[in-house]
């Protein structure tokens, strides 16, 4: 048995999502069965104490959903994008980012950090991609339901950890559930992971 989990992590609304291939009803095959998300807005006239609180209750919720997994192979969380004008959020979604890893491994699970473009040309196939933000998430979910259109995937963060998820499957040989394409293997072949290639 393989479990991969993706992490889509937000303040807002943290995607995550496992897929494993002992599933009783797609046996053999990397199926997603667990899709969650979690968080809340949060608001400007927030101070350190509230949004420090905001960040800890929000990685302790992004691990608990995980306590139904079982034993986890491989994590994959989307990585920093650096450079550019960011607001203090980004501040504070960096130290959810470092949470949720240190808790990930300080349970000896592999964590695999994937660029934002990797993950994204893995899912949509498009090396450039909508500036505009909510044309972006639409794509991505698009992408990620059509290659499980059996499974309801009810969101884009949802959506963009099953895209981590599957591609680290890949990277562990499972089965996947789609064809993949050249897009897929190019993707996982570029990226470096700790049990090699």
Not at 129 to 136: E, F, I, N, S, V
Request: net charge positive; aromatic share 8%.
């Amino acid at each position: 048995m393989t479990t991969v989990v993706g992490f889509d992590l937000s303040l807002t609304n943290a995607g995550i999502a496992a897929i494993s291939d002992d599933r009783a009803d797609h046996p053999g095959i990397a199926w997603p069965w667990h899709l969650r998300c979690c968080g809340r807005d949060g608001s400007k006239d927030e101070g350190y104490r509230q949004r420090n609180r905001r960040v800890r209750r929000q990685s302790a919720e992004v691990m608990q959903h995980l306590e139904p997994v079982g034993p986890i192979d491989l994590a994959l969380i989307e990585g920093p994008i650096y450079g550019g004008n960011f607001m203090p959020s980004y501040f504070d979604r960096a130290a959810l980012f470092h949470a949720v890893y240190g808790a990930l491994d300080s349970r000896k699970i592999p964590v695999v950090v994937i660029s934002p473009t990797a993950g994204h040309v893995f899912t949509t196939g498009k090396g450039s991609l909508p500036k505009d933000p909510g044309r972006l998430k639409t794509l991505i979910h698009e992408s990620v339901q059509a290659l499980v259109p059996s499974v309801k995937i009810y969101n884009h963060d949802i959506a963009d950890a099953l895209g981590l998820a599957f591609m680290g499957g890949m990277s562990l040989g499972m089965k996947m559930p789609f064809r993949p394409q050249r897009r897929h293997f190019e993707q996982v072949y570029s990226t470096t992971w700790p049990h090699g290639r």
